[in-house]
């Protein structure tokens, strides 16, 4: 930050925007589970073919919700990702901010980073501080 406070660099801010995408409810709402049918055919031929069915249709629902959890998995990281960019992205367009100021004076721009980073991380430790407190 230093140096680029010396250089009198800024920050363009090209981050895509996702304002074309519909909100809306494309999750069913939830509600009561249907009642099943008891499924009892006792020992014998029937009750092994009942069991092997039963084993593969548990097994082809078993692996379709692995790939919704997948998907939920994969969404969540774009959201964590998207918000961590965000954060650093604007903390630096506010340091960088201050470019035009420090622009050719090493000495400010020292003092510049040195409080933003402090400041940056003093948060960051602060809430790790309270949570060990409150804990």
């Given at each position: 930050m230093?140096?680029?406070?010396?250089?009198?660099?800024?920050?363009?801010?090209?981050?895509p925007?996702?304002?074309?995408?519909k909100?809306?409810d494309?999750i069913?709402?939830s509600?009561?589970?249907?009642?099943?049918?008891?499924?009892?055919?006792g020992?014998?031929?029937?009750?092994l073919?009942?069991?092997?069915l039963l084993?593969i249709?548990?097994t082809?629902?078993?692996f379709?919700l692995?790939?919704?959890?997948?998907?939920?998995?994969?969404?969540?990281?774009f959201?964590?990702?998207?918000?961590?960019y965000?954060?650093?992205?604007?903390?630096?367009?506010?340091?960088?901010?201050?470019s035009?100021?420090?622009?050719?004076?090493?000495?400010?721009s020292?003092?510049?980073?040195?409080?933003?980073?402090i400041?940056?991380?003093?948060?960051?430790?602060?809430i790790v501080?309270?949570?060990?407190?409150?804990?």
């Open positions: 230093t140096y680029g406070l010396y250089k009198g660099i800024g920050l363009k801010d090209n981050f925007k996702f304002r074309e995408f909100t809306g494309f069913a709402q509600g009561t589970a249907p009642d099943l049918p008891s499924i009892e055919v020992d014998g031929i029937g009750g073919i009942m069991s092997i084993w249709g548990m082809i629902i078993i379709l692995l790939i919704l959890l997948e998907a939920f998995f994969w969404i969540s990281i959201i964590i990702l998207a918000m961590l965000w954060v650093f992205f604007r903390a630096l367009k506010f340091v960088f901010s201050k035009t100021e420090t622009k050719g004076d090493i000495g400010i020292a003092i510049y980073s040195l409080t933003y980073t400041l940056y991380l003093g948060w960051i430790f602060g501080y309270l949570t060990e407190i409150f804990r």
